[in-house]
């Protein structure tokens, strides 16, 4: 392995699509386009089949799927442009899927390449839009224009960095730096270099586009989208990931070597001495919702979670969360899972009224430990608690606890796990040991820079 | 007992001297000054004895100690003064005790009460005095042409109240209110329940004097001097025991009653139910210093102490300070006494260069368990941690922990006890269990009314 050094051929063979590949590409692209023309034309339906993404950009990796979109004029309604979409797509793949975003669209596999054939309305450059799939064809058009060859190399090598640190993609789940958005960082900063320079100095946030524009937007990225210039284009990208990227970047300047665009080695360099902590895993079984949707229900779930943790005496220290084909979990890691028979309560400052009722509701009641007794100005009592597993806590607040809209029809359904001989044997205990952001080249020959 | 009712003529009657008591110590107080006196004549000494205290200004309580001073002229040095004090102290008490405070002085016990025979040198009002002691005579001066019976009467019932809730006493081990300045609360006041009522709605300081003169302090409490306008004579009263009498008096209006004045009473309603926490306790076999130096140095270290444990990681939750005849003790409680194997460590914002050092600090050290990771813009690592029991922390750091200046010799001579079947057998964890301020009547017939 040649991690610690650059070599862009390298990285360049290992991750562009062969001439083989591209190829059968074209060849598959081609074929389907005409296929669907033909098609139309029999039905005689007003639209145009047409390949978006990375593939019509010329900045696809290897093994990237096809995007085909047929584009319909705005006189048909959203539901005869959905029907005749659908249509079109199942006589394509007649074992194809039906699939659900903005439009429902058809997904299939054709020579062991995915195919998604998504129909979508005719837009204008900076007109109103109706949904924002209609806006990718506009995306191609301008794209293929703006760039160069040597500037998609550049964005090739941005897309392998972002993806090498886990921040590539802007669906939910990863909120993080599309392909266009990683097109348009190259568009303004013509090479990859420049803009790593860039943002490993950058404090606060990451702004493309004349400031009349970009000053209407709060995200921690705005990048204004050239072919709708109301619209931040990085309205996606979160702040930590942003973070990660500003730390990366650092990292890639102290030595640019292939370690920061390779990324199927399984990194595995974990101590795995007991850390000591208590663990609850929390899961369900997927329920059939796409992740966009799940995705921010579990991350709420999470953080009312931790909310629930702190508010009732635990020492929330790290939570983790999964979404997969089968499962929805979160893994939450506390100090202990047990709290102590006593809580120190904190009543109001001595100089008001309130200070009153507090006393004399503990004064005499069965939960008084000690006290009552001051500390800087307010009173307090040692009180027992009535609960003092995380467990029966969790399963008492559990109507209270607000998991996310579809998440909360689920709270029957929860399988709960605080035993870590049995979350130690789980995948999202792996994950969780595992996660690193930033990703960065073992320490050992970094230190030698 | 009449604790819920309020009879002033039982208070009196079991508090203060009775007839038989105040003529055997004016019967006393009367034969040491007269011998005093022939002693100083003798000696060809310009000095004169005079009864100082509570009982020379009408508001002592009962089984109150006698303070006696000769006061010097000061022609005389500070030697000469102490010399001829405790010479004349030595024969009439030949088996007393000398003891320290400013200057020293010779302690007595004649027909069971207590005399102190205490040399000062004489000085004016308002005149530079050169030390503290020297002030007494004037307090008794002034006082005594200051107050009527009736207030005199009401001094004693605010000293009653005060002592109920453990904040009479100007030594450094109460920090509370003294006799001298309960008197000069009721010259402003006139009347205890006016003061109680003032000061149940107080808000911030108690501020008693001119502005212009009591504008110059920052203390909790400030109260001019009458014999010497540049002091505050309540500079010793802590911010706490403001707070506690705050509390004690807004409840002593709801109900005012025996309970506030009487104090003998054990107070034992404490549940016994285990607490769940981790204590440990640190006691020292007392040096031969008096408690105004030991007590400040107990509470430092008890500060420290809290510091050690914070940083540290664990939690702390009470500590409780005890200094006897035997021992200077510490007892700290907090959530266990272990921690977990892993601790979270923060480090530098990522826009900060050190954010760099930091990350290559721990990648590839034994130390790291999980990380880098980002949360809200700043690095994170999992890091194992070196020792996980207080007591090795505690012995670790020892030589670090400030104890104060005499206390830090007896580092060597510490003894840790942290196993619960041995605290709880110890007075300081009874102390500690029973420990109340304010102290209340039971809330069962608080909230009758």
């Not at 789940?173 to 348009?184: D, I």
């Not at 960082?185 to 013509?190: G, S, V």
């Not at 990048?223 to 942003?242: C, K, M, T, W, Y």
């Amino acid at each position: 392995m040649k991690e610690d050094k650059l070599d862009l051929e390298y990285i360049f063979k290992r991750y562009l699509p062969d001439r083989f590949e591209r190829e059968k590409k074209e060849r598959i692209s081609g074929e389907i386009i005409e296929n669907i023309k033909s098609k139309l034309e029999k039905m005689g339906v007003e639209a145009e089949p047409m390949l978006v993404g990375s593939q019509s950009r010329g900045t696809e990796l290897k093994n990237s799927d096809l995007d085909i979109f047929i584009v319909f004029s705005t006189k048909y309604s959203r539901k005869e442009m959905e029907d005749a979409g659908m249509e079109i797509g199942f006589e394509i793949f007649p074992e194809g899927t039906a699939k659900y975003a903005e439009h429902p669209y058809v997904s299939g596999i054709m020579e062991g390449v995915k195919v998604d054939i998504v129909p979508c309305f005719r837009v204008e450059m900076n007109r109103k839009i109706i949904s924002s799939v209609d806006r990718t064809p506009l995306h191609t058009q301008f794209m293929r224009n703006a760039m160069d060859d040597e500037m998609r190399k550049e964005a090739i090598l941005l897309k392998l960095f972002m993806k090498r640190q886990g921040i590539y993609g802007s669906e939910l789940k990863t909120s993080g730096f599309s392909g266009y958005v990683c097109e348009l960082i190259i568009l303004k900063f013509k090479r990859f270099n420049s803009f790593i320079e860039y943002v490993s100095n950058l404090k606060g946030r990451l702004i493309i586009g004349d400031e009349d524009r970009t000053s209407k937007f709060n995200s921690p990225v705005v990048i204004i989208d050239p072919v709708d210039l109301g619209r931040n284009a990085a309205a996606a990208v979160s702040e930590g990931n942003l973070s990660i990227l500003k730390t990366a970047a650092k990292f890639y300047n102290l030595n640019p070597c292939n370690f920061f665009f390779t990324f199927d080695e399984k990194i595995d360099r974990i101590n795995r001495v007991e850390r000591g902590t208590y663990m609850c895993l929390i899961r369900w079984k997927r329920p059939d919702i796409i992740d966009d949707i799940l995705y921010p229900q579990l991350e709420l779930s999470e953080r009312n979670l931790k909310t629930l943790c702190e508010t009732s005496g635990f020492h929330y220290i790290n939570g983790y969360v999964n979404l997969d084909g089968e499962n929805m979990e979160i893994l939450i890691e506390m100090e202990s899972g047990h709290l102590n028979r006593i809580e120190k309560r904190e009543g109001p400052p001595v100089e008001n009224q309130n200070s009153i009722s507090f006393i004399r509701k503990y004064l005499d009641s069965d939960r008084r430990s000690r006290g009552p007794y001051v500390e800087n100005g307010r009173v307090y009592f040692d009180l027992f608690r009535d609960e003092t597993y995380f467990k029966d806590i969790f399963f008492k607040n559990i109507q209270k606890i607000n998991f996310g809209h579809n998440i909360n029809r689920l709270k029957g359904e929860i399988i709960f796990e605080d035993r870590l001989e049995k979350i130690r044997e789980t995948r999202i205990y792996e994950m969780f040991l595992n996660f690193q952001r930033p990703v960065l080249p073992s320490g050992e020959y970094l230190n030698k820079n």
